[in-house]
């Protein structure tokens, strides 16, 4: 079904991703291409409410492809969370007939994306951009390979003094739910322990990796730590091991922020280009209320419903691989 739609807003909102700016282009230059007047919209909702908005042009997106961040730039909106915020921002997207609207975010955009939708009859469609990895209905999100590779650059730097100084680091990573960074990057760098949000594992447990690690002669160890863990902060997790392991060097090094930016890598630059070029296709062909994303190289379109509530586990061969690689 062929829909009628001329003018599209674009926003980016939540925690910036890595391939953001590729995925703003993408829909950009593919509305552009098709017809379509495109509206970017700074500040996420917060800007909606505000009428920050901006008419792009396809010179509006050069040179931003490589560039980390997003151009147009993110906030977490308390107002949207109102009917009054959201009423307010509907009312900014009517005044200049707004057909449609594209939010490159994670699941607290869509929940906002969606309440939009359904109280104020604008077609949406969202496009999985946080370095979480944590949306059901696409196998990766935009900025997730971006953030990986920073963590991992960071992980073998610390593995060199680590080695040189006989010392275990606990690394800890963003993941306030979720844990794919910590897992992947775990298995990547050959860390000792990976501490997920997922996995209610005890300090007894972490011990006894420890022990073995030292019955091993293991003589520098990489733990990674998701922030979300169920042990605790990381420099408490420090100070029990420092207790029960006298004998061990304990850092801890939080690599917060810098997992957010940087250039996007090749395949955050591909995702976010295709599924940019598909979030127009798609409401161009009636799709609303959807999530567009990439599951086994196919591109596919899933109930923001779905996208928010449903989650795909953990690949729990994944940790047992990195446990048995890292005896
Ligand atoms: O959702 C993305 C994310 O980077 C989380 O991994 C992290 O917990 C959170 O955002 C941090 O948010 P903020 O930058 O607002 O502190």
């Known amino acids: 079904m062929s829909v009628e739609i001329n003018n599209i807003a674009i926003l980016t909102s939540g925690g910036d991703a890595p391939g953001m700016n590729a995925a703003i282009r993408a829909v950009t230059r593919t509305a552009l291409y098709h017809g379509k007047k495109v509206f970017g919209v700074y500040r996420g909702y917060e800007g909606m409410i505000e009428d920050d908005l901006l008419e792009l042009s396809t010179a509006h997106v050069k040179n931003i492809l490589a560039q980390g961040g997003t151009f147009l730039k993110s906030a977490r909106s308390k107002e949207f969370r109102t009917h009054d915020g959201r009423a307010k921002a509907a009312a900014n997207l009517k005044k ?3 057909d449609a609207l594209v939010v490159i975010g994670g699941d607290g955009s869509f929940t906002g994306a969606l309440k939009l939708a359904d109280e ?7 496009v999985p951009g946080t370095i979480d990895n944590d949306l059901f209905g696409t196998d990766y999100t935009i900025g997730y390979d971006t953030a990986t590779n ?8 610390i593995r060199d003094t680590a080695s040189s100084h006989n010392r275990l680091f606990l690394v800890e990573v963003m993941g306030r739910d979720t844990g794919y960074i910590a897992a992947s990057t775990g298995l990547a760098t050959g860390a000792l322990g990976i501490i997920l949000p997922e996995q209610k594992i005890t300090f007894d447990d972490l011990f006894r990796d ?3 690690a030292q019955a091993n002669k293991k003589t520098s160890n990489i733990i990674m730590v998701a922030e979300g863990n169920h042990l605790g902060d990381v420099f408490d ?6 207790k029960e392991f006298p004998s061990i060097d304990v850092k801890v090094t939080t690599l917060g922020h810098t ?3 940087g250039s996007p ?3 955050d ?3 976010a280009s295709v599924l940019g070029y598909y979030a127009i296709k798609g409401l161009m062909n009636g799709e609303e209320k959807v999530m567009v994303g990439m599951i086994n190289q196919k591109v596919v379109y899933i109930p923001l419903s779905e996208a928010i509530s449903k989650t795909t586990n953990l690949d729990e061969e994944m940790l047992t691989i990195a446990k048995i690689l890292a005896t």
């Open 96 to 98: 200049r007939n707004i």
């Open 210 to 212: 420890l022990r073995n």
């Open 237 to 242: 997790i420090s100070l029990a091991i420092k």
């Open 269 to 271: 630059r591909v995702l």
């Open 265 to 267: 890598s090749t395949n």
């Open 120 to 126: 104020h009859n604008i077609r949406v469609i969202g």
């Open 259 to 261: 997992q957010r930016g």
């Open 150 to 157: 920073t963590v991992i650059e960071s992980v073998d730097k």
